[in-house]
């Protein structure tokens, strides 16, 4: 897991937004329901991902899923602070799961745009670590749609942003970004197109 937010990284909301992620809070459990969930909205976010490794029940194999890294935080682009103080009127019946933001003595936090890329960078670390996999894998084209079979994003379509034999950024949704380790990927994707067409023909069968 990472370090929750420090006050190295923080900083009170003030200035321009357009570089910085505001944070919210929600129940750990609903971390990545939460991210999706804004991002299927519309908004950009981000929350870190782990690779966990586990014994599955009943097979000797263990297996290896992504969990959320920072459980209870979501950072959020922060020009989209007045769409989410909207949704968080008490009048308003809200579809996303519970949220607060991320107060210090009262006043909202935000981190900048560089703080992020040094989170991003300690979760590409991780996995690669967990996952014992540091040779190059074959990269995958920009552009490309796939789906992971396995962890919290199965069977979800995300389009690759960048791809190198190291790590491999996938979208998902809109905006909702998830680095996982190349050869990792390899080993948990089909291609989205391929899996409906799979799909159709068996519906058709």
């Known amino acids: 897991m990472y370090r ?35 991002n299927d909205a519309g908004m950009e976010t981000y ?10 029940p009943r097979r000797r194999a263990k297996v290896e ?66 996952s014992g996999v540091k040779q190059r894998a074959a990269a995958f084209g920009v552009g490309e749609t796939i789906m992971l079979t396995g962890g919290s994003f199965a069977g979800l379509p995300g389009i690759v942003r960048q791809s190198d034999g190291r790590h491999t950024l996938v ?9 996982i380790g190349t050869s990792q990927l390899r080993e948990q994707t089909v291609n989205a197109s391929s899996s409906k067409q799979d799909d159709l023909a068996r519906m058709a069968g």
């Open 4 to 38: 929750a937010t420090g006050q190295t990284m923080m900083m009170m909301a003030e200035g321009n937004s357009a570089d910085r992620w505001s944070i919210l809070r929600t129940a750990g459990a609903r971390t990545l329901l939460l991210a999706q969930a804004l």
């Open 47 to 56: 929350t870190p991902t782990v690779l966990s490794r586990h014994r599955a």
């Open 65 to 130: 899923t992504l969990v959320a890294g920072m459980p209870t935080f979501v950072f959020v682009r922060s020009t989209f602070v007045p769409d989410l103080e909207w949704l968080l009127r008490p009048e308003i019946t809200s579809p996303l799961p519970p949220f607060s933001f991320f107060r210090y003595y009262g006043r909202r936090v935000e981190v900048r745009d560089t703080e992020i890329a040094k989170v991003r960078r300690q979760e590409a670390a991780q996995i690669e670590r967990v």
């Open 171 to 179: 979208v998902f949704g809109n905006a909702l970004e998830v680095q």
